[in-house]
């Protein structure tokens, strides 16, 4: 009789792993100066990674350290992890760019509510000090302590397509890279304005400094004989190729108007998604007195666009102007097929998130419970528009849309229930790319 049988019933022995493999972790300071860093002054922290003989990073297991420290026991952290990276740049030895992410605090936010779960933004708010599942009045007062000392230790996974922990399953051949000044990779983190981290709650200045910042890393070091039986082939004028995604980031003024239609010019060759948030540039907050004097108005982590917001006293309250209607459109195709029309709850453009891109009970569908109301995190202050250009979600295809081919730009109309002022769409296209590595060490992410 024919038929399948249960997997479960084939098993097999382990496969015996090759010799002279060697887990090293290494420290690596910063290369621009000692003392700490600021959004005053030492504004710009670089790291070089340097090439390691017969090694590779382990990316997954590789992370950021540092001590975050605020001016006063009166200052206060915005609600993001903690995070003062505005822009994060990877270079190769000659200066190359491989990854450049600007608006990087917004996309860290993205990747936090868009991305992770209650349980996993709870089962790391110690580390990463992610204050989205934690209580207010507690946080509140937890982040007087921040003044104190050297600060609060905190873990940083770079949302890095090309070396985050949490993005490139990959080993990085860093021995394969070619190596200028004894250093692989170059990477730099420019500091974000203390406007845009912390506020004050009497009235006085408000700033943060980093008293001590450490690349943590994972190499897996092998001996020559291996190494050279793995890679060999590089010299033999083969390419090694090192699938990773970027996104770039697009900022787009929204102003006295209440529909917009956005044009986002964009050239990568394997798009596969688009985020887009509209957020406001504040002024430096002084004035919130106490963790009831909280609102998301004040916030510039707010995602604008749901018909909810938080307001003083721990409570949900209305926006008046919150988006009615929204479309993609590329090269004559609309995503969805139709405009989705919401003159009342988000629940559709919710959905349309978690659908498109396949999530898994994202924390913006957690529910925020005020004093008497109660309405969804995305509702209120995580509003994300998002979509896809891949075709299927096979990985190892390249099943993207290649804008670099095409004069038409990306366009997203937007259509609120009133004039929108002083808000900024920020919208980021996710693309899929590979790091092509040549026997004489040179790398880059066109095709030999």
Not at 104 to 112: F, L, R, V
Not at 115 to 120: A, F, N
Not at 187 to 213: F, M, Q, R
Not at 387 to 400: A, I, Q, R, S
């Amino acid at each position: 009789m024919a038929g399948g049988i249960p997997k479960s019933l084939l098993s097999a022995d382990l496969i015996p792993s090759i010799g002279g493999l060697k887990r090293i972790r290494n420290s690596l300071l910063p290369v621009s100066g000692g003392g700490a860093y600021t959004p005053e002054a030492s504004n710009k922290i670089v790291f070089q990674l340097p090439s390691f003989e017969n090694s590779v990073l382990v990316p997954e297991n590789s992370y950021l350290r540092f001590n975050f420290k605020t001016n006063a026991n009166t200052t206060r952290c915005f609600r993001n992890s903690v995070n003062f990276i505005k822009r994060v740049v990877i270079r190769n030895s000659r200066g190359q760019i491989i990854e450049d992410i600007d608006s990087y605090m917004t996309w860290n936010k993205i990747n936090d509510v868009l991305k992770k779960t209650r349980c996993d933004l709870r089962g790391e708010s110690q580390t990463t000090r992610a204050p989205y599942t934690q209580d207010m009045a507690k946080r509140f007062a937890d982040e007087a302590n921040y003044a104190t000392g050297d600060g609060v230790p905190v873990i940083h996974h770079l949302n890095s397509g090309f070396i985050g922990s949490k993005h490139q399953k990959f080993y990085i051949p860093i021995s394969s890279l070619m190596s200028s000044s004894g250093f692989a990779l170059h990477i730099e983190l420019h500091l974000a304005d203390a406007k845009d981290v912390v506020y004050s709650t009497n009235g006085s200045s408000a700033t943060y400094s980093i008293p001590e910042i450490v690349y943590e890393t994972e190499m897996l070091e092998m001996s020559p004989d291996t190494y050279r039986d793995i890679y060999g082939e590089l010299m033999k004028g083969k390419q090694l190729a090192i699938p990773f995604k970027s996104v770039r980031a697009h900022v787009l003024q929204m102003n006295g108007q209440q529909a917009f239609n956005h044009k986002i010019v964009e050239s990568a060759h394997d798009a596969i998604n688009a985020y887009a948030v509209v957020r406001e540039n504040k002024a430096a907050l002084t004035n919130v007195a106490d963790v009831n004097a909280v609102v998301s108005d004040d916030d510039p982590n707010t995602f604008y666009g749901g018909g909810k917001k938080w307001i003083a006293n721990q409570e949900v309250g209305t926006d008046s102007v919150h988006l009615t209607k929204y479309v993609w459109k590329t090269n004559h195709s609309y995503m969805p097929n139709v405009p989705v029309e919401m003159p009342g709850q988000k629940t559709l453009a919710l959905q349309n998130n978690i659908s498109m891109l396949g999530l898994k009970n994202p924390f913006v569908g957690e529910t925020l419970e005020g004093a008497s109301y109660l309405c969804s995190e995305f509702e209120a202050r995580d509003f994300i528009v998002a979509t896809t250009f891949k075709k299927t979600n096979d990985p190892g295809l390249h099943n993207g849309s290649n804008f670099s081919a095409s004069s038409s730009p990306i366009q997203l109309d937007l259509e609120f229930s009133g004039t929108v002022n002083t808000k900024e769409l920020c919208c980021f296209i996710e693309s899929q790319n590979v790091l092509y590595l040549r026997g004489n060490g040179e790398s880059s992410t066109i095709k030999a």
